[in-house]
């Protein structure tokens, strides 16, 4: 069925487009107004300024090792974060636990742990598979380097970043 | 032959100083100030960092400075490009075409007077009689430089672009000579420092009334000049100037491929238009050549409704234009000028930023079933006002 359109009878003033345009004009020159009298303010000076109090809980950020109260590194080198990342941004090289040490019946412990910051994609996926609560998301997004070989995060510079998680962790938790 | 001499060593300064000291800067904060206005318009900041960079020197900080050289970096940059000439193109009229669209819009400004005299020197390069003929003759030659490019370029979009243009500065460059027609009836000479000088007695054609017999420098008020200048048909008078400084402000808009009517260029259809093959400086100078274009058909905007460099109830001229205050009061006239062109300038960017694009058919709608219509009536209706005007 065809549907005719009833077309809007046009009066002079709006067949005539300026009165139109003058009210555009208005508009416009209100919104240079308002932001040059710092009336209204719309952007950040980002380095200046910073979004960082008001990231939302669920923010995800660079993803961190940690350690638990008695210094021990949570990770037991069980690959399966190294398995579910989908760039493979994780490269992980297990080693073995020697028989005098204190946490011997723990077995194994990531000789090298890497995450490659150019690959990583922040999903969080690592974070949710860790049996050992061992990785998890923070909210720092500026990770920046000169080459790609400092954009790869070692064993060392994730547990600086992640630092001591303590107590019986639940792994819906808050860390943040 | 010394005298012709010193005519061409004066009118070179003079182009030269125009050119280089006034209208390049000027294109360049055009840009800057199009960029920050659009940016405010649109709730942003636009750029505000690149000032001094004392960061380079050792210094902890730059100094942002509003972003004021952020021009000068742009250039920087458009120099330092990579000047790419694509292999399919017409090498010879590729490489013709920026500066076929550069060069006509600095022509056109040799016959506007941008000041009152320095040094008893007036201040237009060159005080022709055609004057404003040789504006549209020239600014319309601008329309080689866009369709060279286009054809050159070898390359669908700019093809297209450049018949736009082509199409579009032939429609309404009827209009915008027909325009001004009445101004030329009005003060009857083309010969734009004349016609400058009749609205410095007979007030700007923009303005309704003008209140003769009132001075600030001595502060006098000649109640008698008052009552003999006012004259009623100089206000209806002023209805038609008036279309005809609309039907004229708009058609400069299309003149000058400024939005709403800027489909040669037209991002969203057809990439870039003419300039999508050029790169580096060549696109720069195209660059260049349309906001000087803008510039240009600012001055004549200016030169013709809104009295030129004249500064109300301020004098024109001193007795002796030699001492220190006639010179500042030169330069005064010259800042006037200029400051009137910006404000127009910040009134295209304006007007850029409000309204979308024409409609390639309602752009030539406009141009030919109402303009041109809209600006021959005004000239009947001038030529019938002018014959019961008071001498």
């Known amino acids: 069925m065809a549907y005719t359109v009833a077309r809007p009878k046009l009066t002079f003033a709006e067949k005539a487009y300026l009165p139109a345009i003058l009210t555009g004009l208005g508009i416009t020159i209100r919104h240079l107004v308002n932001i040059l009298s710092g009336k209204k303010k719309v952007t950040m000076q980002y380095?200046?300024?910073?979004?960082?109090?008001?990231?939302?809980?669920?923010?995800?950020g660079a993803p961190t090792l940690?350690?638990?109260?008695?210094?021990?590194?949570?990770?037991?080198?069980?690959q399966l974060c190294e398995f579910i990342c989908p760039p493979r941004a994780i490269?992980?090289?297990?080693?073995?636990?020697?028989?005098?040490n204190r946490w011997r019946k723990v077995e194994k412990f990531p000789k090298e742990f890497e995450i490659d910051m150019i690959r990583c994609i922040y999903c969080g996926l690592c974070e949710e598979v860790c049996p050992e609560q061992a990785i998890f998301l923070l909210k720092d997004y500026a990770i920046t380097g000169l080459t790609r070989q400092e954009m790869v995060h070692?064993?060392?510079k994730l547990y600086e970043l992640g630092g001591v998680m303590t107590g019986l962790v639940n792994k819906w938790n808050d860390k943040k | 032959m010394t005298h012709i001499l010193i005519l061409v060593l004066v009118s070179l300064i003079k182009t030269v100083g125009l050119i280089f000291v006034i209208i390049l800067p000027m294109v360049s904060y055009t840009v800057y100030a199009e960029r920050r206005v659009s940016a405010m318009i649109q709730d942003r900041l636009g750029p505000n960092r690149v000032g001094i960079p004392l960061t380079l020197f050792g210094f902890r900080k730059d100094i942002p400075f509003f972003g004021l050289a952020q021009p000068i970096a742009d250039a920087l940059k458009l120099l330092l490009k990579e000047d790419f000439t694509p292999a399919h193109v017409n090498k010879f009229y590729y490489w013709l075409a920026p500066a076929c669209a550069m060069a006509p819009s600095m022509m056109a400004l040799a016959v506007i007077p941008f000041g009152s005299q320095l040094w008893g020197e007036p201040m237009v390069v060159a005080n022709v009689d055609i004057g404003v003929l040789w504006v549209f003759a020239v600014s319309s030659l601008g329309v080689y430089g866009i369709v060279l490019a286009g054809w050159s370029s070898n390359s669908k979009y700019p093809f297209l672009g450049g018949i736009r243009s082509s199409s579009q500065m032939i429609s309404y460059e009827l209009s915008l000579a027909l325009s001004v027609v009445p101004i030329f009836m009005i003060c009857r000479t083309l010969n734009l420092s004349e016609i400058v000088k009749y609205q410095i007695v007979n007030g700007w054609l923009i303005s309704p009334i003008w209140i003769k017999g009132i001075s600030l420098f001595p502060l006098s008020i000649n109640f008698q000049e008052i009552i003999q200048s006012f004259d009623i048909l100089k206000i209806i008078l002023w209805i038609p100037l008036f279309i005809s400084f609309i039907v004229f402000t708009i058609s400069m808009f299309a003149e000058t491929n400024r939005l709403p009517f800027d489909l040669p260029e037209a991002e969203t259809e057809l990439v870039g238009g003419y300039h999508t093959e050029y790169s580096s400086m060549k696109f720069a100078l195209f660059f260049l050549g349309e906001y000087a274009a803008m510039i240009v058909g600012s001055a004549v905007i200016v030169t013709l409704f809104f009295g030129a460099w004249h500064v109300p109830f301020l004098p024109t001229t001193l007795h002796n234009p030699y001492t220190f205050w006639g010179v500042i009061l030169g330069l005064i006239h010259i800042a006037a000028f200029f400051v009137k062109v910006a404000l127009l300038l910040f009134?295209?960017?304006?007007?850029?930023?409000?309204?979308p694009r024409f409609r390639y058919d309602q752009l030539m709608r406009l141009g030919w079933y109402f303009f041109i219509e809209i600006a021959l009536v005004n000239v009947f209706i001038v030529a019938i006002i002018l014959p019961f005007m008071r001498k």
Do not use: Q
């Open chain 1, 47 to 60: 380095p200046e300024e910073k979004w960082d109090k008001n990231l939302p809980a669920h923010y995800r």
């Open chain 1, 66 to 78: 940690v350690t638990d109260e008695h210094g021990r590194e949570r990770c037991v080198a069980c």
């Open chain 1, 91 to 100: 490269t992980i090289h297990p080693g073995e636990i020697p028989e005098e």
């Open chain 1, 154 to 156: 070692d064993k060392k």
């Open chain 2, 347 to 355: 009134f295209f960017i304006w007007v850029r930023w409000t309204l």
